[in-house]
């Protein structure tokens, strides 16, 4: 101590105390903003944020679109080559292996927290996963006795069901030029798809039955992801148990009869699991697109897959749809085109009255408040 009292003196010991006090008091404050980005990752709030921070609409919809194309070969693969016929009981061991992923990211703490109780009623989750399994059910029991064509003209059906649907529940309206770009849309897609028209009238009927519930289920993934604070996955955690008890009820009454004598071999069985996993990642996208934009746009990007298909298939592999098709493809695209940009213009114009509202006077507390909240973010991206 005396060489340092000769070197330093006072002041030298004051300085010391003063970095070594800075030094805690960091720290500490570093100690509370990783508290505090915890609790933010481990609340429902926080995790809807994140979802809308890292999936916004774009990487949301190129995800279900990479995924319906997979999904597309891989069921075509179970249905034609591998001849399983059970389109009810195929889609029951879709949501039987997105539940066992589910659990497992739960057990791993990386499922999202899920909203308390008291702000959702169970009658909501209890319904949205009544019309999952009547949704996914009907869809694939459609695929099966409906040809290609007529399978997407009921898709059509879908949008103004959900335009109706949407003003009778939440008096929600669209433009007259959305509406006239959904009509653009839907025409497009039906003269696409007209060459391919095979009328069967329990597959009609399965078709129409397919409608309503396809039309609900989309609101309600939307509405709850929206409005309340559900992620894509909590959501998905919570329905699936009540729509995989559905399913086992539809099975006796639309599936042929013979599943237990199906061969259940190595090839038979890695193609089901092939489709079954496609089908998590299928729901878990279709869930993301639905919070990140809306039921209708949901609509309207499966009617694009449609096209671009069709469209893919003339250009690469030489297919010939004909001209009458080729020109539909194209009308829709472009009505698609025009949707989509009056709804980033719609979206633009709300961001932009949000920055030019004025801001409200802080109290220097408050002041302090914002600065660790902007840290946070920060921190957080």
Sequence with gaps: MGLFDSLFGEQGRKFIKRKDSDAGETGRALEELRG??????????????QQQRHCGPVVAMTFNFIVSVGIIMTNKLVMGTVGFNFP?????????????????????????????????????????GVVMALSSGLANTSLKYNSVGFYQMAKIAVTPSIVAAEF?????????????????????VAVATVT??????????IAIAWIIPSAINK??????????????????????????????????????PGVLSFKWDLNNS??????????????????????ATSATTHVVLGQFKTCVILLGGYLIFNS????????????????????????LKKQDESLSNKH???????????????????IVNVVLN
């Design 36 to 49: 505090r980005i915890h609790n933010e990752l481990r609340t429902s709030e926080g995790a809807k944020r």
């Design 219 to 256: 609101i309600l993934w939307s509405n709850l992801q929206q409005q309340g604070n559900w992620t894509a996955l909590a959501l998905m955690w919570k329905t699936t148990p009540t729509t995989i008890l559905f399913l086992l009820a539809l099975m006796p009454w639309l599936d042929p």
């Design 356 to 374: 030019n509202l004025p801001k409200p006077k802080t109290t220097p507390q408050e002041g302090a408040d914002s600065d660790e909240k902007v």
């Design 168 to 188: 009778i529940i939440f008096k929600k309206t669209i433009s007259s030029i959305k509406v006239l770009a959904l009509g653009v849309v839907s025409l497009g």
């Design 88 to 128: 009810i009981f195929l889609t029951l061991i879709h949501y039987v292996i997105a539940y066992f992923l589910l659990a497992i990211f739960k057990a791993l703490s990386v499922l999202p927290v899920s909203p308390p109780s008291k702000t959702t009623p169970f009658s909501s989750l209890f319904s949205l």
């Design 320 to 343: 010939d749809p004909g001209y009458v098709s080729i020109c539909g493809a194209v009308a829709a695209l472009c009505g698609m085109s025009i949707y989509t940009s009056l709804n």
């Design 196 to 205: 391919d028209l095979e009328f069967n009238l329990f597959g009609a009927l």
């Design 270 to 291: 890695t193609a089901v699991l092939i489709s079954a996993l496609f089908g998590f990642l299928l729901q878990w996208s279709g869930a993301l697109t639905l919070g």
